[in-house]
């Protein structure tokens, strides 16, 4: 693990979402639909009131739960504390992060040759609704829902890509930036099964890594399933930790 890497990130876990006592940090949906603990620096004795607390508070409110667990997280039962107050763990995640200042050539060389991804507007999250269908996903309205109040919340900080052929969407993802610790990440990657292996994953990570440049980005990071980290790794991406997320219906949203 790098030591920096492990700081930086963090960092920006502390500054993501609201403090609350314990002490963690929760993230909620602009709509008020999701809450996910990103960050905790709970003693271990604290730790059952702790989980028990926000798990009440988010089914109160009606909202989806979830707790981000990362490798390198403290105290080393924080996953058995998530076990037994009823969360069901989902598929570990490696986490990548790029250096946006010394890219690679091969990828500055992709970004100028692929053909650009389109910035979504709220209008076209419909496109991207299409390619989550065609790939299986559930709950993909209220997705899109939560999708529009964020970019309408704050357009700078969410952008959605989409890569078209002929005229119809075949691949997206999201971009999030964080200017107050000049960082970005990647989420919600998805190409339709009838136009995967044709590099429109590669375009739409190239697209979003010139637009995490524009918008000031140093790092950019991602939460890769195994199916996407080969992909991300070639192009610069370098292994930090693991992350594996634990809530009451467990749901992931990686590359």
């Given amino acids: 693990m790098s030591e920096p890497l492990l700081a930086m ?6 500054r993501s979402g609201t403090l609350a006592p314990g002490p963690i940090v929760r993230e909620t949906s602009a709509d008020g ?5 990103v960050y905790s620096a709970c003693p271990e004795s604290a730790l059952p009131d702790v989980v028990r607390r926000e798990i009440s508070s988010a089914y109160e409110r009606g909202a989806q739960f979830e707790w981000k667990l990362y490798g390198h997280d403290r105290p080393a039962r924080l996953d058995a504390a998530l076990l037994e107050a009823g969360l069901v763990a989902g598929d570990r995640e490696t986490v990548l992060a790029l250096d946006l200042r010394r ?7 992709g970004m100028e040759a692929a053909s650009p991804a389109v910035r979504a507007s709220v209008a076209r999250l419909a496109d991207y609704a299409r390619i989550s269908r065609e790939c299986g996903r559930s709950g993909v309205d209220a ?13 700078d900080r969410l952008q959605v890509h989409i890569v078209y052929v002929d005229g119809s969407p075949v691949s997206a993802g999201r971009l999030l930036v964080d200017r107050s610790c ?10 339709a099964p009838a136009h995967r292996r044709r590099g429109h994953f590669t375009t739409t990570v190239l697209s979003r890594i010139a637009a995490a440049i524009e918008a000031g980005a140093e790092t950019l990071w ?15 991406f ?18």
Avoid: F, N
Avoid at 185 to 190: D, I, Q, T, V, Y
């Fill in 9 to 14: 990130l963090d960092t920006i876990r502390r």
């Fill in 33 to 37: 639909s999701e809450v996910r603990i």
């Fill in 103 to 109: 890219l690679p050539e091969a990828v500055r060389a």
């Fill in 143 to 155: 997705e899109c829902s939560r999708l529009a109040a964020a970019m309408a919340d704050d357009p």
């Fill in 182 to 191: 000049a960082a970005a990440e990647l989420a919600g990657g998805r190409t």
């Fill in 222 to 236: 991602v939460d890769a399933l195994p199916t996407s980290a080969p992909i991300l790794t070639k192009l610069g």
């Fill in 238 to 255: 370098i292994p930090v930790t693991w992350t594996q997320p634990y809530a009451l219906d467990s749901v992931t949203d990686s590359e």
